[in-house]
């Protein structure tokens, strides 16, 4: 397995509904960041959370950080058609200046 | 705040040849990193420039790249040489681990 990793690989929902994913790590880190790609574009950063944080809201995003299981979940609520991309988490590791990003998640919110 | 831009969007390249790709973050930021993205792939770490200086560096940043910020504003990617490998898209960042980044919308690169 490799730090920061996403699942499920993809994810297909309606409109209205909630999407969760999920995301593990390997090592001890300071903070855990959830980015969105559209295809082709750039990464857009949606939010951060500490390692001594639990849980974090931004609008229709909820994320939570359980550093003891090392995981990480990212809930998007009341989803729309726009909310279609690819989703990342990426982790800071306390050792270095790098982030590193997991394999993503594909969100498809149907109309 | 402006977003950090990024030339040229997509550039073709014969191999061997070098190219050169751009970053024009808030000249007073000190961060600024350089990803890169291998189509259907996971983002991935190049290198990290801290007060004009790299600060780390992933094993992918070999003596084929090299980074610059020329002028107090811009920040370069140079790519000597240029393999079939190389072709991705090239993200710029800036910013803090603290507060997350900001990255530009890339630069697609495609070498034949």
């Known amino acids: 397995s490799q730090q920061g990793e996403e699942d499920p690989q993809a994810l297909s929902i309606q409109e209205g509904e909630n999407a969760t994913m999920n995301c593990s790590y390997k090592?001890?880190?300071?903070?855990l960041q959830w980015y969105r790609q559209n295809s082709g574009r750039g990464l857009v950063h949606l939010i951060l959370i500490r390692s001594n944080e639990r849980e974090k809201h931004s609008g229709r995003l909820r994320v939570t950080l359980d550093t003891s299981k090392k995981s990480s979940s990212l809930l998007i609520t009341a989803s729309r058609a726009a909310d279609t991309a690819s989703y990342f988490c990426a982790t800071d590791e306390t050792s270095g200046s790098r982030l590193t990003f997991g394999e993503g998640t594909q969100l498809t919110v149907n109309p | 705040e402006p977003e950090v831009t990024q030339t040229p969007s997509h550039q073709v390249t014969q191999m061997g040849q070098e190219v050169i790709l751009r970053c024009v973050p808030i000249s007073n930021h000190l961060y600024f990193y350089w990803y890169r993205q291998i189509l259907g792939q996971k983002v991935e770490f190049l290198v990290s420039f801290y007060n004009n200086e790299i600060s780390e560096k992933s094993e992918i940043f070999d003596d084929q790249f090299s980074v610059e910020r020329p002028d107090g504003s811009n920040f370069t990617l140079k790519i000597r040489s240029t393999k079939l490998e190389d072709s991705a898209m090239y993200f710029c960042a800036r910013g803090n681990l603290c507060y997350g980044y900001t990255f530009g919308s890339g630069t697609r690169l495609t070498v034949v």
């Open positions: 090592t001890s880190i300071n903070n």
